[in-house]
């Protein structure tokens, strides 16, 4: 298979699957190895950049996808404003961070952290996919952790979680920290519809 052919056909496996597409499995599919994958996508990647085609192809960890390029976010917001999704609260954004710079994270521990129950924000962003469950804890009780997708690392426009902002200080007070936690994802979000969010229910604060 020439270059021409591996191009075309990673174009169309990545397009198809819309979602991040493990690099073996496409080495696995084409019979090639996975450096002679990675260089083709990123040849593809640079190409669709310098060119500033409206596609993009994004690195996420172990994986590629094929997306749209940020420059048009605007005009693809407005032709599918239906579809977007509700703008994350500020309690969202609290757990997130939480989770995002210490996972995997029991519920307990987020909610030590933030002083409030926290059930309803991590029931949220499971619906919303960009956490998921990572096992559970090997203590008495067996509580469930919580680490990120990558449906969080492609929202942030991440390629993997070391391109987070570096944490604070550790010897900060602990809400101090999370305010700052919060604030590093926030600079990160990208533009949102201003829809608001569900209101969470009785017991849960609506944001520090």
Request: proline share 7%; hydrophobic share 40%; aromatic share 6%.
């Amino acid at each position: 298979m020439d270059l021409k052919e591996l191009e075309s056909a990673i174009e169309g496996i990545l397009f198809a699957a819309g979602d991040p597409v493990p690099v073996e499995r496409i080495c696995l599919t084409l019979g090639q190895d996975r450096d002679t994958v990675d260089s083709v996508c990123q040849r593809l990647a640079d190409y669709y950049s310098y060119e500033r085609r409206g596609i993009r192809l994004v690195h996420l960890e172990a994986s590629w996808q094929m997306c749209s390029a940020p420059e048009q976010a605007a005009y693809i917001r407005k032709t599918l404003e239906n579809r977007r999704p509700a703008k994350l609260s500020q309690p969202a954004l609290e757990v997130l961070a939480i989770i995002a710079y210490f996972q995997p994270v029991t519920r307990a521990y987020i909610e030590q952290v933030r002083g409030v129950d926290s059930s309803y924000t991590v029931g949220l962003l499971l619906e919303r996919e960009l956490i998921c469950e990572a096992g559970r804890l090997a203590v008495p009780g067996r509580p469930m952790q919580f680490k990120t997708t990558k449906t969080f690392l492609r929202s942030f426009g991440l390629a993997s979680l070391d391109d987070l902002p570096e944490l604070p200080s550790a010897t900060q007070e602990e809400a101090q920290l999370t305010m700052q936690l919060e604030s590093a994802l926030q600079r990160l979000q990208q533009a949102e519809t201003e829809e608001p969010e569900e209101a969470p229910p009785p017991g849960e604060e609506a944001g520090t």
